[in-house]
């Protein structure tokens, strides 16, 4: 591991317009000195895997309102299974129903953040699971 | 480069890379960003195969359409099967070192397509619209087979115009109503383009600006040849194209004019006497992180911090200082 900063893209999958919370967090991450890579709204689960390949994160933070998060969260998960990226830590955040939470773990998900979390609580998190790397 | 890995580890890197793994390319990426000794190794072996394209720097004031530009160049390209990667620089935080790296979002329409390569790249301190590992991650996307490489830039002011120096053409981007003929008269930015797109063409005042900096332009060549006849350096005069990203218009005349920039150009003097600067500044660069390291290292690092120490308290001049570290740097090697 270098002394790089964390690098962590931010996106939105998924049809719902809400990315108040994604650009609150998106900021307050770059406050915290991680590198934030923004992609926004309405990202299929193609395009964050991408995005996180050719820029190569340590982290992606989804953020998802509409209650698709089942279907898209673990095909994203496994997208980056596919690309040989599974050591990146996925974490979600948005309205995620209590009940879900188990189901997303098990498909590949780290942490799922659910509204009144703090933006020190979701970069602690991210700093202490990220994968160690080679620089 | 000082860091220490697995030595082989960059010239596998870099023969994964070559032959065609996305994830070793944005692996190496992230190498040369930290200037890892693997990165050193790569560059080492890619070095060779680099040099066959088009390097384009996109260059002008935040929210000026850069991003949006780059996006329809590349989908231009694209239709034409050409290879395109980006190189999207955004500014680092001085405070924290956060950067927000958001010039993605207006190129989406590519994934899944192996023909197009988008990586962000915070400035990271660097100063002057790159970042300071900018020209190695260009000659890294040059050696994987990339036919043109954009290279845009932070937002810049009116003197950020480092671009020009690591990009075979350079693009600055303006919206209208920037300002009069004046701002088009000041020294800077406006000198290192090669062109000049006043972009947000459907915008009103676009063909009015377009003219007025035209009119504000040095002088066409009286024999066709740039330079002055005595040696001296003269400004280049920029083509001034209107176009809209958003829209789509003006798009194919700015690739097909970057393109006879690329081909015309090629030998004149003053673009390989900017080829030569461009390797000058990448040695310098290189002399400078060598040299740094030298004097940082374990061994000499209290030598070297007692000398500075010495020169804060005024009881060593700057300049003797820096002739002892020179002496030190070289010990040290």
Known sequence: MTDRPLKVLIAKPGLDGHDRGAKVLARGLRDEGFEVVYTGLRQTPEMVVTAALQEDVDVVGLSILSGAHMTLLPRICRLLREEGMAEVLVTAGGIIPEEDIAALKEAG???????????????????????QRPG | MTKTA??????????????????ALSRLLTAIESRTAAAEEALRALYPSAGSAHLVGVTGPPGGGKSTLVAALTAEARAAARAVGVLAIDPSSPVTGGAILGDRIRMQQYAGDDGVFIR?????????????TTAEAAAALDACGFDIVFIETVGTGQSEVEVASIADTTVVVQAPETGDEIQALKAGLLEVADIVVVNKADRPGADRAAAQLEAMLPPL????????????????????????????VGITELLAALDVQRRLRADLPHVQAARLARARAQVAGILADRTRAALWSDRRRAETDALLEAVASHILDPYAAADQLMGLARDGS
């Open chain 2, 6 to 23: 697995a030595p082989g580890s960059g010239a596998r890197l870099a023969e994964e890379a070559r032959g065609g793994s996305r994830l």
């Open chain 2, 120 to 132: 962000s790249m915070a400035s990271r301190g660097h100063l002057g619209g790159l970042a300071g």
């Open chain 1, 109 to 131: 998900v780290a942490e799922v953040f659910g509204p009144g979390t703090s933006i020190g609580e979701v970069a602690a998190f991210m700093r202490e699971h990220a994968p």
């Open chain 2, 221 to 248: 060549p009286r024999n066709g040849v740039e330079g002055a006849p005595d040696g001296r350096p003269r400004p280049k005069r920029p083509q001034v194209l209107l176009a809209s990203g958003l829209e789509n």
